[in-house]
């Protein structure tokens, strides 16, 4: 099964839904390059995570969007995402209860199936309703995954994010989300060389770092960071799969600002940026 690439004829005449697509289809092609990966659990995990995140959101925005527009079929819709929303959980819960039980290639058939026929066959029924309508836009709205008011005033367009992490179907996941919310600015580091050159004589507002970078320790990344005159306050974001060994008193007494465990919530690691950028700004 191949990756899935959005086009205009998936377009279902609404920006904010379309956006919403392809930020769908760009976590099941995550999802897709994770198979087989040493670290699939928590690519694994991360994406289960945020597709029910997503599906929750979008189809909250797709419902306000038909009610607006009179779309007849609107009850028959929203009980299919009813459906689809309990699928997805009840996938997670089966990964949540035992990590081995769901794999990333089970998973990719019972997707393709969940939201591209979705997206492609029954969101088109409705395009012909909401395509030009004059309230499609107000209802739909602006609003991001993350949470309104740790997010308010944040500009996403214009913040810049170095991402440090190794495993690159991770950082794709990452790349997704962030996308998601409008990010223009996302760096990716597969070593600490790497990441520090990123860093040097260019401007990045916030780093997110893996516990483990290879054979390296994002520890050393941050306590580098914290020796430099010019990168010291810079918020860092630390992230681990290792939670026997990785812990967040030892990331916050290393100098990291906030520690979460993968696999990632979407929303979480939203609304983790936005606190940390509005707590930058205080300072
Ligand atoms: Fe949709
Ligand atoms: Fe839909």
């Given at each position: 099964m191949a990756t899935i690439t959005w086009s205009?004829?998936?377009?279902?005449?609404v920006p904010a839904l379309d956006a919403d697509h392809k930020t769908l289809i760009g976590l099941i092609n995550n999802l897709h390059r994770s198979?087989?990966?040493?670290e699939e659990y928590a690519t694994l995990g991360s994406v289960l995570q945020a597709l029910e995140e997503y599906a929750d959101h979008h189809f909250a925005r797709e419902e306000r969007v038909m009610a607006a527009c009179r779309y007849p079929s609107a009850e028959t819709h929203a009980r299919m995402h009813r459906r689809l929303t309990q699928q997805v959980r009840d996938l997670r819960a089966a990964y949540d209860a035992d990590?081995?039980?769901?794999?990333a290639k089970q998973c990719l058939d019972f997707l393709h199936k969940w939201l591209i026929e979705h997206i492609c066959s029954t969101d088109m029924d409705y395009r012909a309703w909401v395509?030009?309508?004059?309230d499609a836009a107000s209802a739909a709205?602006?609003?991001?995954?993350?949470d309104q008011r740790s997010s308010a005033n944040l500009d996403w367009k214009t913040l810049k994010v170095l991402v440090v992490d190794d495993n690159q179907n991770f950082c794709q996941v990452m790349r997704t989300i962030l996308e998601g919310v409008g990010v223009g600015d996302i760096r990716v580091a597969a070593d600490l060389a790497a990441a520090r050159a990123a860093l040097q004589g260019k401007s990045v507002d916030v780093v997110i770092t893996d516990w483990h970078v290879g054979r390296e320790s994002g520890l050393e990344l941050v306590a580098w960071l914290r020796r430099q005159?010019?990168?010291?306050?810079l918020p860092v974001l630390m992230l681990s799969g290792h939670e026997r060994v990785a812990n967040r008193d030892v990331a916050l007494n290393a100098g990291a600002d906030d520690f979460m465990e993968k696999p990632i919530s979407a929303r979480g690691l939203l609304i983790c940026l936005a606190r940390l950028m509005r707590k930058g700004r205080e300072a």
């Open positions: 205009e004829m998936m377009s279902v005449g198979v087989g990966d040493e990590r081995t039980a769901v794999r395509i030009g309508h004059a709205g602006t609003a991001a995954l993350s005159a010019d990168l010291a306050h």
